[in-house]
């Protein structure tokens, strides 16, 4: 199958390619051009450049089922952040918000953030998505954020379900376990299996994951809440990056998918 590359700012930021059933197009390494500018600004314009890239492969920003936002310094401008997006949205009457996830890491560019974006523009029944929520927590937007906690992309083969970054958050919204890496590991698992189970799906099914955790040290907590639970090997990367409230100490993505 052949694919298309997509140009911004001198740059392939991207590929797009299709099928009988739908578009898809991955985007990656999107960045502001003005690194100088504030990064609420820098936020704006990282979306409209995937909203143009996405143009150029005749899709736009609703087709988007997942986003990867890389803030620097995160926990300084994350309100600035989700303003932007949240006006971005508005601004461009987007009613289908992707599964996300934002995580503070830094970046060579010296950006305030760097994005990456999957879309997916089905053309026919065959390929068919839907938001999927979490039966143990409340919808981002309900605290400022704007992100659905998954979104599934089902096709004639699999449902692939794209779970947001996910932590250790009760229905109201609050951080639980605070100060216990071990705990708000179960906590966010507890979450993730849930919203699995609701799905008809199990962790076992997982065919990618990223941990992040706030202290390198915790990284081994990981191996004991697997041995604890008899889990298998799972395809996980562990990283220390900075997550998006200063009580939480550990986040997980994931995405799972199960033959039709």
């Known amino acids: 199958m052949d694919s298309t590359p997509l140009m911004a700012g001198g740059r392939m930021v991207g590929r797009y390619f299709e099928d009988s059933d739908a578009r898809y197009c991955i985007l990656g390494d999107i960045r502001p051009g003005n690194v100088e500018a504030t990064p609420g600004e820098q936020t ?9 890239s996405l143009m150029s492969a005749g899709m736009d920003f609703q087709n988007v089922v997942r986003t990867w936002f890389y803030n620097d310094r995160i926990l300084d401008w994350y309100a600035e952040f989700n303003r932007a997006r949240s006006t971005f949205f508005q601004r461009h009457g987007i009613k289908a918000i992707p599964a996300s996830t934002g995580i503070g890491v830094a970046n060579r560019a010296g ?14 029944a065959h390929v068919r998505i839907r938001r999927v929520e979490s039966p143990l927590q409340c919808e981002a937007s309900a605290y400022g954020s704007a992100f659905s906690r998954g979104l599934e992309v089902a096709d004639r083969a699999v449902r692939v379900l794209y779970v947001s970054g996910t932590a250790s958050i009760e229905a109201s919204g609050d951080t639980v376990h605070v100060g216990d890496a071990a705990k708000q590991i179960e906590k966010t698992m507890e979450v993730v299996e849930a919203m699995l189970e609701r799905n008809g799906m199990r962790l076992e099914e997982t065919v990618r994951a990223i941990g992040y955790f706030r202290h390198r040290e915790h990284i081994p907590l990981w191996e004991e809440y697997c041995r604890g639970r008899d889990l298998g090997p799972m395809p996980i990367i562990l990283t220390e990056c900075e997550v998006c409230r200063a009580n939480l100490l550990f986040e997980i993505e994931l995405d799972v998918a199960k033959a039709v």
């Open 111 to 124: 950006a305030a953030l760097v994005a990456k974006a999957i879309a997916v523009a089905p053309k026919n």
């Open 44 to 52: 704006r314009e990282v979306m409209e450049t995937i909203q143009k």
